[in-house]
C-alpha cells in the first residue's frame, strides 16, 4: 500500500536506523537491544532482571519531540512500537570522546552503585528525572537494587542538572505501518479508518495500546501472538480533552501524559495521586487507560474510582460506528468486557466531581509504589448540609470484578458525616461482598481493610488537617 512502511525506522543513541525487514516486530525492545547483529543491536548495558517491568534494570528512555525524556521498561515495549520514535540507552549517553556522562559520575562518585547490574537502568532513569524532576522517590519507584542501599542513590538523584541536551531527531513515517515476517503480522495504523478496518478484518490479532499488560504475555510467556494491531499511532486515541463538567482520555493516551491533564482539574487531586502510585514513571510513560479497561482486572487499580465517578466506555466499530457504555456495563465478569469482536475502545468519558461532592481514592498493597493492589476503592459522596445525600463507594479485589457496595452505600444514604454512621456503612461491606483468597491478600484481610478504608473516609471529610497516610 502507498504510503504504507515496512520496515521498522527509529533513532538509536542519535543515529537513525532502518532495520532489516526479517526482524521480528513481536520480540520485546530489550530482546532487539540486546541480541546480536544482523536481528539485534548488539547493547547488552541494558539488563533483564523481572522481565515483568518491577525492576527497572532494563529501563531506556524515549526522547520525545518536545524535549520530554519518557523512561520505558524495554523487556515489555515491543520493537514495533519503537517504529517512528527516538529511544536512547545507557550506551548512548557516553561522551564522543568516551568519557561518562555526568549522571554516570555522579553515581560512581556518591557512591550509588555497588555490583552494578542495576546501575544501567538507574542512570537512565535519573537521566530522565533531571529533566523531567519531580519527587525523588517517584522518579525511583521502578527501579530496584538489592545491593547498595537507596540514600546514596536518592542522594545523586536529588542533586542532578539537566544536561541540557536537544531531543535526537527522530523518522517522521508517513502514513500507517506494517510490519511482516514469517508467522507474524503486526499493524501500525495512523488513522482511526484503517485501524478499525483492521480490526474488522483480523478480530484474533492482540490490540496493543502501551502493552504493560499483554507485554507480559511475550517477555514472560515467550508467547509469539500471529497477528498484533497496535493503536498508539491512532490520533483519536491519542486525544484528550478538559471541557466543563467531564475530561475525555483517549483510549491510548499514557498515563503521564494524562496526569498532566489532571494537574489542571484540581478537583480530581485524588485521582491523580491514586494514578501516580499506579506502577511506576516506566509503567505510566507506556500505560494506557484504554489498556486497563481492556483487560477487564478484578482489581483494576484506575477502575474503582472511574466507576464510582460514573465514567463511560466509547468503543467503535466500521460496521455500527460509536456505541457507549457505562463502566458497570462494559465490564461483563472475571476477564470479560462487552467489547464486541470488530470493535475498539475509542475513548473513556469520565464526569468531573461537581461542587459539593467529595471524592477520595484509596488503595491497599504491600508496598507504596510499584505494586498491585490486594483492595482498591473509590468513593464519591454528594454531602448536603453535612449529611451524606449520595454515596457511591466502588471497590476493586473483593469479587470477580470492580463492583459498587450497594448495601454499604444505602447505609450511608441521609445519614450524617458521623464515625457512627460510616462505621455501620463499613459492617454492611460484609453484605456486599465475599472477597476471595489469593497469593496477594485472604479474604478476612480484604475484608476488614476495604472496612478500614470506608472508616477512614469519615476522618478525610470531618478532618481534613489530619495525616491519615501510612507513611505520613
Known sequence: MAGMSSRIALTLNGQPRTLPADTPPGMTLLDWLRGPAPLGAGLTGSKEGCAEGDCGACTVVIEAADGARVPVNAC??????????????????????????????????????????CTPGIVMSAWAHARCGGAAHEALAGNLCRCTGYRPILGVFAALEDDGAPAAPAPAPEGGSEFAVPGQVFHAPATLEAALALRAAHPEAWLLAGGTDLGLRVSEHRERPARILSLGAVPELQAAALAPGLLTVGAALPYARLLD?????????????????????????????????????????????????????????ARAGERVLDLAEFITGYRRTALAADEIILRVEIPRPPDGTFLACEKLSKRHDQDISAVAAGFLLRLEGGVVAEARLAFGGMAATVARAPRAEAALAGQPVTEEAFARAAQALAEDFA????????????LRGAQG?????????ARPDLALEVQA
Open 261 to 317: 491533564l489532571l494537574a489542571r482539574a484540581p478537583e480530581m487531586a485524588p485521582f491523580a495521586a491514586h494514578l501516580r502510585r499506579l506502577g511506576s514513571r516506566q509503567i505510566r510513560g507506556f500505560g494506557t487507560l484504554g489498556g486497563n479497561l481492556g483487560t477487564a482486572s478484578p482489581i483494576g487499580d484506575t477502575l474503582p474510582p472511574l466507576l464510582a465517578l460514573g465514567a463511560r466506555v466509547v468503543l467503535s466499530s
Open 435 to 446: 472477597p476471595l483468597s489469593d497469593w496477594r491478600a485472604g479474604a478476612e484481610y480484604r
Open 453 to 461: 478504608l470506608l472508616r477512614r473516609l469519615h476522618w478525610r471529610i
Open 76 to 117: 515489555l515495549a515491543l520493537l514495533g512500537q519503537m517504529h517512528g520514535r527516538a529511544l536512547r540507552t545507557v550506551e548512548g549517553l557516553v561522551a564522543a570522546d568516551g568519557a561518562p556522562h555526568p549522571v554516570q559520575r555522579a553515581m560512581a562518585e556518591g557512591d550509588a552503585t555497588q555490583c552494578g547490574f
